[in-house]
């Protein structure tokens, strides 16, 4: 069962670079979301979907763009990355409100 | 403003003790609240609670939730080495379908 899935691991980007972040689930999960984690801070939320062609900000989304084409994939988007990005992303989906979430490994990003 | 208190931010301990950690929420709309162990990677799920007094168990951890004190509390007895991690709860917000964290406890436990 691979259940959340994120891709890649690691990545290095240069300020003003752009990325996207990849995460795919195989639960069939209704609901996605994207967090961020930096220490002392705790896991943030910064976009989620309700279902597949939804989208809605988190507490933290200035910055970001998200896009749920279909059901089962979630993409996170840096336009022009800057280095309060740097930060450890999370992944996670559940099978709808007040579900408990279930969280991919984590993409760690450093912008330099 | 909504807020998700952890106590004690670490905590270590010899194998065989047990342990209590402690959460506290403010939060508006309040529906849940989760717990969660983080090791290397991902927070893996541990407990939901929504409702007082009833006692959530799984093997040697247990959890309660009271929600006339807005507090709940994570037991874990006969600690293992296997047991160190950083413990996550969470609140379930009503609105923006939002699970908010607390900073975690990190718990160190040695043999």
């Known amino acids: 069962n691979a259940g959340v899935t994120q891709t890649p691991k690691f990545r290095v980007l240069k300020t003003g670079q752009s990325m996207t972040l990849l995460c795919a689930q195989d639960?069939?999960?209704?609901?996605m979301y994207w967090y961020r984690q930096d220490p002392g801070m705790g896991l943030r939320l910064i976009h989620y979907?309700?279902?597949?062609?939804?989208?809605a900000k988190g507490e933290v989304p200035d910055g970001y763009n998200v896009s749920r084409l279909k059901k089962q994939n979630f993409l996170l988007g840096l336009e022009s990355a800057a280095p309060s990005q740097t930060s450890v992303y999370f992944c996670?989906?559940?099978?709808?409100?007040?579900?408990?979430?279930?969280f991919g490994n984590g993409t760690r990003l450093t912008v330099t | 403003e909504d807020k998700v208190v952890q106590s004690p931010l670490s905590l270590v301990v010899h194998e065989g003790d047990t342990v209590t950690l402690n959460c506290s929420y403010e939060?508006?709309?309040?529906?849940?609240l989760l717990w969660y162990k983080q090791e290397k990677k991902a927070p893996t799920f541990l407990f939901m609670l929504?409702?007082?007094?009833i006692e959530k168990k799984s093997g040697r951890l247990s959890s309660i939730l009271d929600k006339k004190e807005l507090f709940s509390i994570l037991n874990i007895t006969a600690t293992q080495t296997g047991d160190s991690a950083v413990y996550l709860c969470?609140?379930?917000?009503?609105?923006?379908?939002?699970?908010?964290f607390g900073t975690g406890t990190r718990l160190t436990v040695i043999p």
């Open positions: 996670a989906s559940s099978f709808g409100n007040n579900s408990p979430l279930h």
């Open positions: 639960m069939n999960h209704e609901y």
């Open positions: 979907s309700v279902g597949e062609g939804t989208t």
């Open positions: 939060v508006t709309n309040f529906r849940s």
């Open positions: 929504t409702s007082s007094g």
């Open positions: 969470a609140a379930f917000l009503g609105r923006a379908n939002n699970l908010f």
